[in-house]
């Protein structure tokens, strides 16, 4: 106890003990710079915890005790942001949250707005829902009724949808509605100013923010969809209550989200090194393959020089001059042509932040996080980007063996362990000579080989691996490749050819169907084979009949083109079926199909032989 008076007294300042006119306020720049190193110092410290819990400490010990103070002081830190000023951006005390269930909300709107939609004749309906969460309920009733106003002050929508869509760990509170033509005029929505009673501005009096403002100051996700002119969405997330959620549950839930963060390259952007570290130490343990740099520049050499796109973007808003965090993300996404997800972490509290992130579908987030509510967040930008795609596994005597040839070592390094974290052996070597010297076609696997190297190219790879009869898969990788490299590719027999810079995911699932296609070839060399043992058991005359039958002709047609009874031809056709296992026509025709033309026309080079009677 004695340690959080200590804080309070050395952090915050003191009340103010005269008359309110002998109260000098911070001038509002100096207030602003203070909340930020504070915010900045306090995700730090944030960080610190949830890796600390993540720790397996007996309840009983002195470090449990001390973790429990740890978090208590830092929440008591994090709700007096206020500094005992009347800023004019002050977040709410978001850890003062509550679990609450959303019908009891659900009610007192219905309670406000169906008799206001019934006058304006518009059909609201509000989809009853179970769940419960865990946030502020007054401010997210005055938040759902701003919004509510909002939409129907600004469209003529007959048709209105208040509902929820569960999720792992969160709750989608979504609105659907018609009238929008763009997602600029959704976006006005979101942007239009609530009255805003309970949080007085600077002069004492109410003030008036916007929806996105609002969200941000709760933690809330908003989100902004439109389809065609046809319906727009307007989500707000907020989180499940612990208690909802099962243990068991909560491990399938945590596998799940493991899963697809082992998949995923997550690119930080943090100017403060030290912070970088901390989130890439953290989300790291958390299962994600992470790479951290210092600002936009670093950002987009390192995509150039690794060779590989981020599948997430965490970034700060404030990052150098050439371009703040939104921008940052603008620039990658139009580099490879698709929406990288994307959240915003920063300490700033100034409208225009959050909504340049709103504009630009971005997540924001406004320090200081918890460790747990940026693993959330990351999970559930993730859930509408990317698809998690399983290695099913398989017995290890048959476990595959991907080869990966590059003289790239990082970029090596950084293939092993991905395809090592999804089952697979990887063998790797820096030329394609100490490949070939120690490849022995005895495990199911791949190749992937850069295109164009120093010493045997990745092209004359393939042609003396197809001279070996070896039918290895080949997945070709280029960092600057034209259309003939890909068509001489193709041409080799390359399952796939792949431009750097790639997705993790885009490699992984490249191998899936390399490997799926070995399979399907030995398969069908199996069943080649079988096809091919069925038909030399038939005799001469048996495969010439089969031929005639495979052509369509009845048997009366093939005794009178034989010059054999009708009786003999059955006999035969029973025979074929007998010998080949075959249990109808269709079956028939397929197990001469994998035979092949070859097997087939011995019957008519016998026949031509004279060593078919007539």
């Known amino acids: 106890m004695q340690v959080k008076q200590s804080m309070s007294a050395d952090v915050l300042p003191r009340q103010a003990s005269g008359p309110a006119s002998a109260y000098c306020p911070l001038p509002a720049e100096r207030l602003s710079g203070i909340d930020q190193k504070l915010r900045q110092t306090a995700q730090l410290v944030s960080?610190?915890?949830?890796?600390?819990?993540?720790?397996?400490?007996?309840?009983?010990?002195?470090?449990?005790?001390?973790?429990?103070?740890?978090?208590?002081?830092?929440?008591?830190?994090?709700s007096r942001f206020g500094l005992d000023q009347p800023a004019p951006a002050t977040d709410y005390d978001r850890h003062a949250a509550v679990d609450?269930?959303?019908?009891?909300?659900?009610?007192?709107?219905?309670?406000?707005?169906?008799?206001?939609?019934?006058?304006?004749?518009?059909?609201?309906?509000?989809?009853?829902?179970?769940?419960?969460?865990?946030?502020?309920?007054?401010?997210?009733?005055?938040?759902?009724?701003?919004?509510?106003?909002?939409?129907?002050?600004?469209?003529?929508?007959?048709?209105?949808?208040?509902?929820?869509?569960?999720?792992?760990?969160?709750?989608?509170?979504?609105?659907?509605?018609?009238?929008?033509?763009?997602?600029?005029?959704?976006?006005?929505?979101?942007?239009?100013?609530?009255?805003?009673?309970?949080?007085?501005?600077?002069?004492?009096?109410?003030?008036l923010r916007s929806i996105a403002e609002l969200s941000a100051?709760?933690?809330?996700?908003?989100?902004?969809?439109?389809?065609?002119?046809?319906?727009?969405?307007?989500?707000?997330?907020?989180?499940?209550?612990?208690?909802?959620?099962?243990?068991?549950?909560?491990?399938?839930?945590?596998?799940?989200?493991?899963?697809?963060?082992?998949?995923?390259?997550?690119?930080?952007?943090?100017?403060?090194?030290?912070?970088?570290?901390?989130?890439?130490?953290?989300?790291?343990?958390?299962?994600?393959?992470t790479a951290a740099v210092r600002d936009s520049v670093a950002a987009l050499e390192w995509i150039a020089?690794?060779?590989?796109?981020?599948?997430?973007?965490?970034?700060?808003?404030?990052?150098?001059?050439?371009?703040?965090?939104?921008?940052?993300?603008?620039?990658?996404?139009?580099?490879?042509?698709?929406?990288?997800?994307?959240?915003?972490?920063?300490a700033e509290t100034k409208k225009q932040v959050s909504q340049s992130a709103l504009t630009a579908d971005c997540m924001l987030l406004r320090k200081p996080v918890s460790l747990n509510l940026l693993r959330v967040t990351l999970a559930s930008a993730l859930s509408t980007h990317a698809a998690v795609h399983a290695v099913h596994a398989m017995p290890p005597s048959r476990q595959p063996v991907i080869y990966v040839v590059d003289d790239d070592a990082a970029l090596r390094s950084d293939l092993r362990t991905l395809l090592e974290s999804e089952g697979y052996l990887v063998r790797d070597y820096g030329t394609a000579e100490q490949f070939l010297d120690s490849y022995t076609a005895d495990q199911p696997g791949c190749l992937i080989i850069d295109a164009r190297r120093s010493g045997i190219s990745g092209l004359e790879t393939v042609a003396r691996l197809k001279a070996q009869g070896d039918e290895l898969p080949v997945l070709m990788i280029s960092c600057n490749s034209r259309v003939a490299d890909v068509v001489d590719a193709m041409k080799a027999g390359v399952c796939d050819f792949i431009e750097k810079p790639f997705r993790y995911q885009q490699l992984l699932t490249s191998v899936k169907k390399a490997l799926a296609s070995q399979v399907a070839t030995e398969s069908s060399q199996v069943l080649r084979k079988a096809a091919i043992d069925h038909i030399s058991h038939l005799t001469a005359r048996q495969r010439q009949i089969l031929a005639m039958v495979l052509d369509g002709h009845p048997s009366k047609n093939i005794a009178a083109n034989l010059g054999i009874s009708q009786r003999t031809v059955e006999k035969h056709r029973a025979s074929i079926m007998s010998r080949t296992e075959a249990r109808s026509i269709p079956e028939l025709a397929r197990i001469a199909l994998a035979a092949g033309e070859k097997t087939l026309s011995a019957a008519t080079n016998d026949k031509r032989n004279g060593l078919i009677g007539g």
């Open 47 to 78: 960080l610190i915890v949830g890796q600390l819990e993540a720790c397996e400490f007996d309840p009983a010990t002195p470090a449990r005790r001390v973790l429990e103070q740890l978090d208590a002081t830092l929440e008591k830190l994090l």
């Open 100 to 207: 609450f269930p959303i019908q009891a909300l659900f009610k007192a709107l219905a309670q406000d707005f169906l008799p206001l939609a019934a006058a304006q004749r518009r059909n609201l309906r509000i989809v009853p829902c179970s769940s419960w969460v865990r946030s502020l309920p007054d401010c997210l009733r005055q938040l759902l009724s701003g919004l509510l106003a909002n939409i129907m002050d600004s469209t003529s929508t007959p048709r209105l949808t208040l509902g929820c869509r569960r999720h792992s760990e969160w709750l989608s509170i979504e609105l659907w509605f018609a009238g929008c033509k763009s997602r600029d005029d959704a976006l006005r929505i979101v942007s239009m100013p609530v009255y805003e009673a309970s949080l007085p501005g600077a002069c004492g009096k109410p003030a």
């Open 217 to 289: 100051m709760l933690g809330l996700q908003l989100q902004v969809k439109t389809a065609d002119e046809r319906a727009t969405l307007i989500s707000i997330s907020a989180p499940l209550s612990p208690s909802v959620v099962q243990p068991g549950a909560r491990r399938q839930q945590n596998a799940r989200a493991l899963g697809m963060a082992r998949t995923c390259l997550l690119l930080i952007v943090e100017p403060d090194a030290l912070l970088g570290d901390m989130l890439s130490c953290g989300l790291g343990a958390l299962g994600y393959r």
């Open 305 to 346: 020089r690794s060779g590989i796109q981020p599948d997430l973007i965490l970034t700060e808003h404030v990052l150098d001059r050439s371009s703040d965090g939104v921008q940052l993300v603008q620039k990658i996404r139009d580099q490879f042509s698709r929406t990288t997800p994307a959240v915003i972490l920063t």
